[in-house]
């Protein structure tokens, strides 16, 4: 298998094809599942589509830079190619020239894919630690959740501020660097309400 390095958490758009590509949400969804690499096969089994159709966009994905070859396999008689995403979680800048409303909605929707993508993460970290420790051995995690009332934008921008300060406060006094030991993974999610029946309170 070929050697990538590791898949970015952070990756920044460079055109707009890129952009137009994550519109597209049966291709988010496979970005989703490309944090590890997978064969056009897997994830057609994990998203109950034809491995014809996954592989088209797995090729229209690749096209854009979005995802990368990261080696392949012998399965019985057939070689699999297997795909990796570049990152997981995208950025998408200001410089395209795009309408502000088609840009702020297209912003809009990469955060809740990325908050998809950090609720799965978390999801698969916590079950490969249920599985690697004992049942009497202590993980130590923690969970902090809070309701915040923000009722306009003056407020939301004003939390965002405070909120941006007070990470990177912590994050500049306990950030992990290099290979020091200790490491433990925080993540931090900010979004609306949503009522039963799935409205929100925006």
């Known amino acids: ?38 064969s056009a096969s897997e994830v057609a089994r994990h998203m109950g589509e034809t491995p014809q159709k ?3 966009h797995l090729k229209s994905l690749e096209k854009v ?6 080696g392949s396999r012998q399965v019985k008689n057939l070689i699999e190619v297997l795909y990796r995403a570049v990152a997981r979680t995208y950025v998408i800048p200001d410089s395209f020239g795009w309408p502000e409303d088609l840009t702020n909605r297209m912003k809009d929707q990469g955060a809740l894919r990325q908050l998809l993508n950090q ?20 993980v130590p995690s923690a969970v902090v959740e809070l309701d915040v009332r923000l009722p306009d934008e003056t407020a939301r921008a004003a939390f965002l501020r405070d909120y941006e300060e007070a990470v990177r406060a912590v994050a500049a006094k306990y ?14 999610a900010v979004y609306p ?6 409205k929100s309170d925006v």
């Open 1 to 38: 298998m070929n050697s990538l390095p590791d898949i970015a958490d952070v990756y920044r758009l460079e055109t707009p094809e890129q952009a137009l590509a994550l519109l597209n949400p049966m291709r988010a969804d496979i970005l989703r599942l490309l944090a590890d690499p997978m």
């Open 54 to 56: 996954i592989n088209y």
């Open 65 to 70: 830079g979005l995802v990368q070859r990261s």
């Open 119 to 138: 609720a799965e993460r978390i999801r698969q970290d916590a079950l490969r630690l249920m599985e690697a420790s004992d049942a009497s051995e202590e």
């Open 175 to 188: 950030r992990l660097t290099g290979d020091a030991e200790g490491g433990f993974r925080a993540v931090l």
């Open 193 to 198: 309400q949503v009522e039963s029946g799935g």
